[in-house]
């Protein structure tokens, strides 16, 4: 064989090779989602289509109605959340469990330019509003407390308490609070399994050139099936650092990919407004597993913000509480809300 054709060859192999890993659809051995009953919906003025579920107080001394805030972004709200904080409709408590636009039950938006932490924001006023003329209660998880604060930065008169689970960093970032040192009275750990380990296992060559796509041009490469149940696929991955010992969770169909990776995006874009928290006088909560993967900083900025704050540490708990320590999760937000 001459060496033309062994240069043909290379090119083809590597044109084909591209070709596979980059533009043809890829398969995730993923459960499917599945519509939960007793699922409504709200039809939102920003043009979203939002799956809720509603638990209805008990006994007529009505209190703040509650709304909790899935993880993520492109998270969704589980089972295991209302069974564990159903409980609180007992104490005359309407509950309210959404999932963000563009995850779970909520449609998927055409234009992914869209998503964004102050489309969110946004959803969340006008789901506020329509629940209630008083205050409500949030309870935030993850990037769901990130979502909590940026609400209430510009809101706070219509927050009553917060609880922060896990919490994710304070927009905009500061990267400075990494290298924070947690003092040893806590009592801290790391996690055994990292998202660094998860993120090489579950990405490919597809779901990089996806992922940089959508970044790049605002648009879809890959369809929202393919790419929520890449994200179905990831989280399963990144489930194991959500814990103090390594174990395989179930992996639960209905995440959104779009709306984490446009929202993650839109991060930089979010006013610094710290300032303003630190004039705030909302009780804050906050919840976090001796275990968390969530950098220290991050967690001792909002006790540093906050002039009316509590930390909780949960031992022999991750990121995830209430997969290990629900009772213990539903007992410390009760007794803050009573």
């Known amino acids: 064989m001459t060496r033309k054709k062994i240069s043909l060859l290379i090119l083809l192999s590597t044109a084909l ?6 533009l043809i659809p890829k398969k995730y051995p993923v ?23 509603k638990i209805e107080a008990e006994g007529p001394n009505r ?45 998927r938006l055409a234009d992914i330019g869209e998503y964004s932490v102050k489309r969110h924001q946004t959803d969340l006023k006008e789901i506020v509003s329509r629940i209630t003329e008083k205050k409500v209660i949030l309870i935030g998880h ?10 209430l930065q510009d809101f706070d008169s219509t927050v009553e308490k917060i609880i922060l689970s896990g919490p994710g960093h304070i927009l905009p970032v500061n990267q400075d609070l990494v290298g924070e040192i947690s003092p040893d009275s806590l009592s801290l750990r790391e996690p055994a399994y990292s998202n660094a380990e998860a993120n ?16 790049l041009f605002h648009s879809k490469l890959a369809s929202d099936k393919e790419a929520d149940n890449f994200f179905t696929y990831l989280n399963q991955k990144l489930s194991k650092s959500t814990d103090c ?26 006013e610094n407004k710290r300032e303003r928290l ?16 969530q950098k220290w900083g991050f967690t001792k900025e909002y006790l540093d913000l906050f002039p009316h704050s509590q930390l909780k540490v949960i031992e022999d708990a991750g990121h995830d509480i209430i997969s290990r320590k629900g009772m213990a999760y539903f007992t410390l937000i009760r007794d803050f809300i009573e």
């Not at 090779?17 to 980059?22: E, H, K, N």
């Not at 993850?142 to 609400?151: C, F, K, R």
């Not at 090489?200 to 970044?215: Q, V």
């Open 142 to 151: 993850s990037w769901g407390a990130v979502l909590a604060i940026n609400y």
């Open 200 to 215: 090489k296992k579950a990405y490919n060559w597809r779901s990089k050139f996806i992922l940089l796509w959508a970044h």
């Open 63 to 107: 209190k703040s109605p509650v709304i909790y805030l899935h993880g993520g972004p492109g998270g969704m709200i589980t089972d295991a959340v209302i069974e564990t904080l159903k409980p609180l409709a007992k104490q005359g408590h309407d509950l309210y469990f959404y999932d963000q636009a563009g995850s779970g039950h909520s449609a």
């Open 31 to 53: 459960p499917v989602f599945e519509e939960r009953e007793g699922t409504q919906y709200w039809e939102l003025s920003t043009g979203s289509h939002i799956g809720y579920i």
């Open 17 to 22: 090779f591209l070709f596979g890993s980059l």
């Open 278 to 293: 630190k004039q705030l006088t909302t009780p804050v909560l906050i919840l976090r597993g001796q275990c968390d993967n």
């Open 245 to 270: 010992e390594i174990r395989e969770h179930q992996a639960i169909g209905g995440g959104g990919y779009y709306s984490h990776v446009m929202t993650v995006n839109s991060f930089r874009n979010v």
